[in-house]
């Protein structure tokens, strides 16, 4: 027997697996090479989603529905490759969601984690276990499995973020489990702030015990600090011939990703950067926050500006050229890949 090909089929052997089929069974020669490829054969592609076409569109949804309706006003970014399914990637669910001026998404919870990256607008809130952040447009903002969580808008703007989910994954392990609070918003136990003034300034509580530190104790990464990080370390001089200046989000608990089942980062590319071919197991979903460029995925070339969402599927090769500074916010599932032994990564030559 072959990897690649499965063995012949005679008219013995056809009779044969015609038979099995009534009993629920198959032979594994005729399906050995789907089954076990020799790498990532992913049916996702490599697609781009212009901000302002999906905007336009969530903001006649804002007419139709509102947020308190819909539970979540969101447009899902389904990848072309995946019609139908509610993916961006084979494991990942991506949306832009709408929070209008004095809306409210009533608190609710589900073993889903998300996370939200802020795309327009400024003062909205969400609230994770009754704890409120205030977001403005390049936010990252998590929200761990089975954690209440609600949203409103007390500013006179509409809000817009990019929500990523691990829905598909969750969905495969049919590990899905969700209710509402049955109130708009769920108790406020702490300030607005409280996490990041305990977890997120180099420093931990005297005293305090980690307990469970699969997620982040810091819900709330705002976009002003992880810019000017990347500002700093344009100093440095020290590009990644892939990556340019690439940081990821990190649990100050443990080190390690901010939430078990997605890992997110933030890269500066400067102008005129062309960074070298790249390919990792991980499909990533990315958005630039600032700057124009293009990225070749594969066949596919993908020209973005602000705000524009696009995506890499699993093993094909990334090339990003930056016009102007960029600064390329991203997402995928490694996390996960990585504690079941599965992450890899080819960086060419480079
Ligand atoms: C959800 O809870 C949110 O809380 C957004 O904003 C999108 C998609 C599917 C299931 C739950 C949110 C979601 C979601």
Known sequence: MS????????????????????????????????LVTKQPKSRATAHLWRYAAVRDLLMEAGELITAKEAERRVLILENPGLPGDGRVTSSLYAGLQLVLPGEIAP????????????????GAHTAVDGEKTVMKPGDFVITPNWAWHDHGNDSDRPMIWMDGLD?????????SFAEGYGADEYPRARPAGDNLARFGQGMLPIGWEAGDTRNSPVFSY??????????????????????GIKMRYVNPANGDWAMPTMGACLQLLPRGFETAAYRSTD????????????????ETVLEWGPRDIFVAPSWAPVRHEADEDAVLFSFSDRPVQEKLGLWREDRGNA
């Not at 829905?167 to 590990?175: G, Q, R, T, Y």
């Not at 499909?283 to 594969?298: K, L, Q, Y």
Request: proline letters at 5%; hydrophobic letters at 30%.
């Open 3 to 34: 990897m690649d090909n499965a063995p012949r089929e005679t008219p013995e052997r056809r009779a044969y697996y015609d038979r099995l089929e009534p009993q629920d069974l198959s032979a594994l020669w005729t399906k050995f090479s789907t």
């Open 107 to 122: 608190a609710h919870r589900h073993t889903q984690t998300a996370l939200r990256f802020v795309m327009e607008g400024e």
């Open 167 to 175: 829905i598909p994954l969750v969905n495969f392990l049919d590990a």
């Open 222 to 243: 705002p976009y002003e600090r992880s810019r000017e990080t990347l500002e700093t370390l344009r100093g440095t001089g020290e590009w990644d011939a892939c990556h």
């Open 283 to 298: 499909a990533t979903v990315f958005t630039a926050t600032e700057g124009r460029g293009r990225s070749t995925i594969g």
